[in-house]
């Protein structure tokens, strides 16, 4: 018999709310320096997210779950995960067009002299990136 549970618990928050708060098999994240994949017993672990897919599946064997994230914070245990990003939606719910459209929009205020605006543009434009690639993943 094993020590290890068969599964943890898996909490998704953004400031608006909890998308997420059940017990998941396995979820892979983006991490900033590489991607991480949780599974039960995983030792503790802090790191920063960058944007793009987090993939949770609730059982050994099951289908999994696509969800965008903008960036942010993942806490690791052995018992449970917290995933904490600005912004987060199901990738099904990603709608290509609009996001083309917000990106094209994005590259015309490029054009600005203002650098801290211009920087603040280029973390949309890699989000919005991010997002169009997720949705051309799921297809």
Same mark, same amino acid.
């Given at each position: 018999?094993?020590?290890?549970?068969?599964r943890f618990h898996l909490d998704l928050v953004s400031?608006?709310?909890?998308?997420?708060?059940?017990?998941?098999w396995q979820v892979n994240i983006p991490g900033e320096e590489g991607d991480?994949?949780?599974?039960?017993?995983h030792m503790a672990?802090?790191?920063t997210m960058r944007p793009g897919v987090v993939v949770i599946t609730r059982r050994k064997d099951g289908p999994s779950?696509?969800?965008?994230?903008?960036?942010?914070?993942?806490?690791?245990?052995? %018992?449970?995960?917290?995933?904490? %990003?600005?912004?987060m939606i199901p990738v099904a719910?990603?709608?290509?067009?609009?996001?083309?459209?917000?990106?094209?929009s994005l590259k015309e205020k490029m054009e600005?002299?203002?650098? %801290?605006?211009?920087?603040?543009?280029q973390q949309k434009m890699v989000i919005a990136t991010e997002m169009?690639?997720?949705v051309k993943r799921a297809a």
């Open positions: 018999m094993s020590l290890i549970p068969d400031p608006e709310a909890k998308l997420l708060s059940e017990d998941v991480v994949s949780v599974l039960p017993g672990l802090v790191m779950e696509r969800v965008f994230v903008s960036g942010g914070f993942v806490d690791i245990a052995q %018992a449970h995960c917290t995933i904490l %990003a600005e912004y719910d990603l709608n290509p067009e609009n996001i083309q459209a917000e990106l094209d600005t002299n203002n650098f %801290a605006l211009r920087a603040q543009l169009l690639n997720a």
